[in-house]
């Protein structure tokens, strides 16, 4: 028995000595460099508030009004419009006796921030001096004196944007588009009526004849309504006889201000360097045309501890993440939601994105969209391929930067048969919106690019 136990003994340490053998072959056999290096890293980013000149001034909806934020300034929604006509329109003859009732503007709204009852007058001025070029691209800082004088008063009106003339049978819960109704004198009345026929032939004939109006506000900052439908409406009746009686007969003329004709927001922000003051460890976020972030990413310093890292291994980033964080809700801006998509272009393409409304394809993936998680209050950019790109140039010096500009957008998305989402339009937010971030110069919680990668 001890003999079979020696020979037990003598057998394990043999199949223990030979599987550390295989082992330490193992590891023998795999060359250093074809060691896989997983890391990550930290990286700090500067950043500040950029005050923009303007963005484009063709937008869907039409704003109108001012608001005013004790923490965010003042903005200001003015609009330029033409409206189109019935192409080849014809009114009824002399013999059916025509005769105008009411010119009325018509000025559809679903959405509008600020107070409910506060009052709010807008006028309405006749554009007289230079026309809106159809094929011209208008920034939001355009020049209103170049395109009239504001001596042709059509008319004023104050409104809120709760209707308070509603009938109180109405139910606040029924489905009613909320407009604002304007009714214009009978100067205005009879020049409509009684324009020549051949006005009727195309756009452009009309334009001459009308080129527009300008609609601003001159009392209140507390509300800003969004404009989705603006028409004008000529209403008129005539008589014709039927089984020899008069009959009357009641019709409009529909003038809308649509895509064939152009719609142009100019928006202003008085004193916001002034108003917009905050200590660097925080950023500001408004729309429209306000305040964005720009950020600056040290590429260079990325490279050097990247490449330190790994080598001459090949890079590949798996993320690349910026979490760009807002503070605590203030209660003060009751009025001011924060914007939920926010875009990340690098200066360059902002300013050919404002100018053009031209965004990087979808190949070269430098436009990256963040959207709002109300989960972690706040946003976050993955700029893996972005950055990909940069860090496997070989011309990246060590103090190198990127700079971008994070702008509030609307994001346009369309679903496929398949289930996926596309993106189909990206255009700059025009309605008010605002939050305010944590900066690179945070104490508490510096913006920061965190970047996990690995070499093999």
Not at 167 to 185: G, H, L, M, N, W
Not at 250 to 277: C, D, G, M, W
Not at 352 to 369: M, S, W
């Amino acid at each position: 028995m001890k003999k079979y136990f020696i020979y037990v003994i003598i057998a394990l340490t043999a199949i223990f000595t030979s599987c550390k053998n295989d082992d330490s072959v193992g590891i023998t056999i795999q060359p250093q460099e074809d060691e896989i290096i997983v890391a990550s890293d930290t990286f700090i980013i500067e950043s500040e508030n950029y005050y923009v000149p303007a963005i484009s001034a063709q937008a869907d909806s039409m704003i109108l009004g001012e608001f005013y934020s004790a923490k965010y300034g003042t903005t200001k929604a003015e609009l330029l419009l033409q409206i189109a006509p019935p192409i080849n329109y014809k009114f009824p003859e002399e013999k059916y006796n025509p005769i105008p009732d009411s010119l009325v503007l018509m000025m559809y709204y679903n959405s509008w921030v600020g107070s409910s009852y506060t009052p709010l007058e807008f006028s309405i001025y006749e554009i007289n001096k230079q026309a809106i070029d159809y094929n011209t691209q208008y920034l939001s800082n355009l020049n209103i004196g170049d395109f009239t004088d504001s001596t042709i008063l059509m008319g004023k009106r104050l409104m809120t944007s709760i209707d308070l003339s509603r009938a109180d049978s109405v139910s606040e819960d029924t489905a009613i588009t909320p407009y604002v109704r304007y009714k214009f004198d009978q100067v205005q009345l009879e020049r409509f009526f009684n324009m020549p026929q051949e006005v009727y032939q195309n756009e452009d004939a009309f334009l001459n004849e009308f080129k527009g109006l300008y609609i601003t506000t001159r009392y209140g900052s507390s509300t800003m309504i969004c404009f989705n439908e603006i028409t004008m409406h000529l209403y008129y009746h005539y008589t014709y006889q039927k089984n020899g009686k008069d009959t009357i007969v009641n019709t409009t003329v529909i003038y809308p201000s649509n895509k064939e004709v152009r719609q142009l927001n100019k928006f202003t922000h008085p004193n916001i360097e002034q108003i917009a003051v905050c200590d660097d460890s925080l950023n500001y976020i408004k729309s429209a045309a306000g305040i964005y972030p720009k950020i600056r990413i040290p590429i260079g310093k990325m490279s050097k501890k990247i490449y330190n890292t790994i080598g001459d291994k090949q890079l590949n980033i798996n993320a690349a993440e910026i979490i760009i964080e807002n503070i605590e809700y203030d209660k003060s801006d009751v009025y001011m939601s924060n914007p939920y998509y926010l875009l990340a272009l690098t200066t360059e393409q902002f300013d050919d994105f404002i100018k053009y409304n031209t965004i990087p394809t979808a190949t070269d993936t430098t436009a990256v969209i963040a959207n709002y998680s109300y989960i972690t209050d706040s946003y976050k950019l993955d700029l893996a391929y972005f950055i990909t790109k940069y860090l496997r140039n070989e011309m990246v010096e060590d103090d190198d930067v990127i700079e971008m500009i994070l702008m509030p957008v609307i994001v346009e998305t369309a679903s496929a048969t398949t289930g996926a989402t596309s993106v189909t339009a990206i255009k700059p937010l025009t309605q008010l919106a605002a939050t305010t971030i944590r900066s690179g110069k945070n104490e508490y919680s510096p913006m920061r690019i965190k970047i996990l990668y690995n070499g093999f």
